[in-house]
């Protein structure tokens, strides 16, 4: 089957890099195995593929990926995009402690780029307002009813996510069903009828990309920041209107309560054009508030 190796930079870490574009342990179109092979099951603009991932000790390192399907070309040439290849971890210099000790310990992370638009923003409109558990349930639910089988070896139970042809067929009892309000359906719905233009992003600078998914009611900065961050692999996409970040970001700088959009902004104004990156390593190796007590729907800490 068609392959291809990549050699990432010292340190690197393909599970950490990758974990984002997860949803949930039993997300049907993103999988890691026990031994630290992952399958990603996409539809391209050239159609679906399968592609296995695996890190080759024995060939010195090299990430290894095998592709199978109509997509198997366009998802091989993206290979090394989507494992942060694009990515400049190095323009990055931390500005607290906290953060540089997280940096020390987690610098083989790399903000993966998928090109991929409708794949990212289709389960960052069925994250808003609710908790991840059931926004992931709700994304695996309607990709078992609606998703099609992937082409190659793909473990069992994966599938492609639905195209923006096929969301359009799903009917409102099965929302229903899967614990969707009629305001995330009809989002999802409006995306999928702007679907070629809101692809576009994929090519645009942040601003641009941010404003093109905000031109349509119900994709808010909070989705479209959530969406961008998988889709260009953007460091400074920082996601606002969180109601759990701030509080995160706020504790692990200054070991304060509470927390506003506007005091996170303040604290990680050093890391202009960063500030996504900081945020995810503040959140990996930060002081964090006591869960219970700041409970909040937008916690990210599972995709971290």
Known sequence: MPSRT????????????????????????????PDGTWWRCSGTPAGPVTLRISDDLAAGGLITGRAWGPGTDWALEQ?????????????????????????????????????????????????QGITTGSAHYAWRRLLNRYGDTPPGPAPEGMRIPPSAAVWRMVPSWEWHGAGVDRSRAAAILRARSYAPRLEEAAA?????????????????????????????????????????????????????????????????????????RAARLILLGGRLPNRRANRAPHSRIAHL
């Open 79 to 127: 290979l090394p995009a989507l494992l942060g290849a694009d990515d400049e971890p190095d323009a990055f210099r931390p500005r607290h402690r906290v953060v540089a000790v997280s940096l020390r310990k987690h610098g083989g992370l790399r903000l993966a780029r998928t090109g991929l638009v409708m794949e990212s923003l289709v389960p960052s409109v069925l994250e």
């Open 204 to 276: 645009m600078a942040l601003p641009e990309a941010m404003a093109r998914l905000q031109f349509l009611p119900g994709i808010g900065p909070w989705t479209a920041a959530e969406a961008l961050q998988r889709v260009l692999g953007a460091p400074d996409a920082l996601t606002l209107g969180d109601l759990h970040l701030p509080v995160q970001i706020g504790y692990a700088l200054t070991g304060a309560r509470g927390g506003t959009d506007e005091e996170m902004l303040q604290l990680l104004e050093l890391y202009a054009g960063q500030r996504h």
């Open 6 to 33: 990549w050699a990432p930079p010292a340190p690197y870490d393909l599970a950490r890099t990758l974990r984002v574009l997860r949803r949930g342990r039993r997300d049907p179109a993103c999988r890691q195995e």
